[in-house]
């Protein structure tokens, strides 16, 4: 079964991150509810900077449920959130 994500809300991250011109991946390990719902949010590894911003976004992320046999359930999984200067 594969979660699919619900539109998300834009990254914000601090602003002497942007002034040090950081950038780089925020990884995350996270179980989605049964009702789509991120819980159980931990820091695998990202920058420190990035860290906060990561969190505070990833936790208003609403996922579908996944369904395995046609019931919802929790999901283990990675998240990836990768923060660009866009140049």
């Known amino acids: 079964p594969r979660s699919t994500?619900?539109?998300?809300?834009?990254?914000?991250?601090s602003h002497i991150a942007i002034v040090a011109r950081i950038?780089?991946?925020v990884v995350l390990q996270a179980i989605i509810g049964k009702d789509g719902a991120i819980q159980d949010l931990k820091v695998q590894s990202g920058h420190a900077l990035l860290?906060?911003?990561a969190?505070?976004?990833v936790r208003t992320w609403r996922y579908q449920?996944?369904?395995l046999n046609s019931e919802p359930v929790d999901v283990l999984?990675?998240?990836d959130v990768i923060f660009s200067l866009g140049e």
Not at 7 to 13: A, G, H, I, K, S
Request: charged content about 10%.
């Open 5 to 13: 994500l619900f539109p998300y809300t834009t990254l914000f991250r």
């Open 23 to 25: 950038q780089g991946m």
């Open 51 to 53: 860290v906060n911003a």
């Open 55 to 57: 969190l505070d976004a």
């Open 65 to 67: 449920p996944t369904l």
């Open 77 to 79: 999984t990675e998240i």
